[in-house]
């Protein structure tokens, strides 16, 4: 849609041409969410686009993906082989509503920054043990996990006009067993639950989204029975905290939390024993 709103488009090639922030200011990322709504409080965009960072940088240390990597990008992204989890990538990036015309617009920094309970590259990134670099105008970059990163439906640690730079993903998350339940009440549609679970060294991590406004994620030292599992979910996931909406009630987002977390375990275990 038109945004006729809009007056002025900025396209900085570094971020401290953007030294003082004031209401109506809005970064651009792909512009999928942008465009796609009024942003009647909006009278200035900021393209991050023309910033040029790299979109995906891979090292012994692990990858660094650039906010502004596309979807498309990041399922083209050709991992070393033992990063095992990397086929997590496209499963994630296939958890959305989208379109392969969204894929190439839409950016992974741009999803995890409207930090929808569907937000499955918050999934992805929370769930290989992500760091984010965050930019403050006018403080220094600070870090954050990504499980922490959302607070709430639409909510996140960003303070006005701080930017997400790039997402940090450690080798050792990478390079984990992983096994991945999602479910949703359309085929292509957007993500009403999905639980990933990793193994290391015999170590367990498992992450819920979309069933609930902001990642959960638990960590057990070596892989749990059924009942240990699902003491674990009982403690650490209020039920208030499961998300309602036409995408299931909380009450069926509950239920196939425990019953994928389930399956996420057995499966993890099979390997385990071969
Ligand atoms: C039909 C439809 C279906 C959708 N389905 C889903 C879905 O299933 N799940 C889901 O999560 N989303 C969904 N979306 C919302 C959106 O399209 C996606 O979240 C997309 O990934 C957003 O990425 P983008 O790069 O296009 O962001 P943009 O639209 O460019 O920006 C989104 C927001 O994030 C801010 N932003 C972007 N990048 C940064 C950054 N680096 N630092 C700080 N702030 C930033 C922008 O200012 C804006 O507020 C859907 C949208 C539509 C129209």
Request: net charge positive; hydrophobic share 45%.
């Amino acid at each position: 849609m038109n945004l006729n709103t809009i007056t002025a488009i900025k396209r900085p090639t570094s971020a401290d041409e953007i030294g003082e922030w004031r209401d109506g200011y809005a970064w651009i990322a792909g512009g999928t969410w942008l465009f796609s709504t009024p942003q009647v409080r909006t009278d200035t965009l900021i393209d991050l686009q023309s910033l040029g960072w790299p979109a995906l940088q891979a090292s012994d240390d692990g990858l660094e993906i650039a906010a502004t990597c596309t979807l498309a990008e990041l399922t083209r992204f050709n991992a070393p082989q033992e990063w095992k989890a990397a086929p997590l990538f496209k499963m994630c990036c296939e958890s959305l509503l989208a379109s392969f015309k969204v894929w190439n617009a839409a950016t992974v920094g741009g999803n995890i920054c409207m930090s929808l309970p569907a937000g499955s590259l918050i999934s992805l990134t929370a769930s290989l043990e992500g760091v984010y670099t965050l930019w403050p105008r006018g403080a220094e970059p600070r870090k954050v996990p990504a499980v922490a990163f959302v607070t709430g439906n639409n909510k996140n640690v960003l303070r006005p006009g701080e930017l997400l730079r790039s997402i940090h993903l450690p080798a050792k998350a990478l390079s984990k067993r992983f096994a991945f339940r999602r479910a949703s009440l359309t085929h292509l549609g957007r993500s009403a639950i999905i639980v990933i679970g990793t193994v290391g060294a015999g170590d367990l991590v498992l992450t819920v989204t979309a069933a609930t406004e902001r990642p959960f994620q638990i960590h057990f030292e070596r892989l749990p029975d059924e009942y240990t599992l699902r003491k674990a979910l009982n403690a650490v996931i209020p039920d208030a905290a499961y998300f309602n909406d036409v995408h299931g009630s909380a009450s069926y987002k509950r239920h196939l939390t425990y019953y994928f977390a389930e399956q996420v375990r057995a499966e993890l275990l099979q390997g385990a024993q071969q």
